[in-house]
């Protein structure tokens, strides 16, 4: 099976530099993506890694290390609408499912 | 990028009763997904919905609970049946948005289904 550890909340203030980690045990998977999610909205896809390394994406990175079983989301220059839930998830072997992570709540203070 | 079209939107249901949440997809998808999150949780994978076929569901998740139909590549439905006050959760629909290369998956809106 899979399960994918984040911490429970992070705090930050506008401007900032937050780095939201996600580690994960899993017998196999497809790559590490990152979503968010607004209180009362739906998830909305941020990043991908398929591969060990970094993507970037505007203020939003991400990171995968394979050998460590390890992945974060850096998310630059915070703004007050970063404040949301971010989740890590896989993309299992042979399926299409997509477990996510336990979550992290972003709070950014001005 | 896909949109999925999700509803009801929100209800309160009286326990014993079902509910059944329709989700949309404005393209063709070859599997749709169900989850379940409570409040400040994360999402609970409940079932993998394929055309043609029975649904899949996850462990702790069962077809006479949650029964889903998916009768064409763009449309499929989730009851929650017989409910009780533990059926309080929000539910959201996906889908793998093929339209990209980056495999992000989309999400309905989301159900909250209150149960009193």
């Known amino acids: 099976g899979q399960s994918l550890e984040q911490p429970s909340e992070v705090t930050a203030v506008e401007g900032a530099i937050v780095q939201i980690n996600c580690t994960y045990q899993?017998?196999?998977?497809?790559?590490l993506s990152w979503y968010q999610q607004h209180d009362g909205g739906a998830p909305t896809f941020l990043s991908y890694n398929a591969l060990d390394g970094l993507e970037e994406t505007g203020r939003f990175s991400s990171f995968l290390s394979r050998s460590d079983s390890y992945g974060y989301l850096l998310l630059q220059e915070l703004q007050m609408k970063d404040s949301a839930s971010y989740f890590c998830a896989v993309r299992a072997h042979n399926t299409d499912k997509l477990i996510f992570g336990t979550g992290t709540r972003l709070q950014v203070f001005p | 990028s896909a949109v999925i079209s999700q509803k009801p939107s929100r209800d309160i249901c009286q326990r014993g009763t079902s509910l059944t949440i329709q989700c949309q997809v404005d393209s063709q998808v070859t599997m749709m997904f169900w989850y379940r999150q409570q409040p400040g949780q994360s999402l609970t994978l409940i079932a993998t919905?394929?055309?043609?076929?029975?649904?899949?569901?996850e462990s702790g998740f069962v077809i006479d609970k949650f029964p889903i139909s998916r009768p064409n590549l763009t449309f499929s439905t989730l009851t929650v049946s017989n409910m009780s006050p533990e059926d309080s959760s929000i539910y959201l629909c996906s889908a793998r948005d093929r339209g990209t290369i980056n495999y992000g998956y989309t999400f309905g809106s989301g159900t909250r289904l209150t149960v009193v």
């Open positions: 899993t017998s196999g998977f497809y790559g």
């Open positions: 919905a394929n055309q043609g076929s029975e649904a899949t569901y």
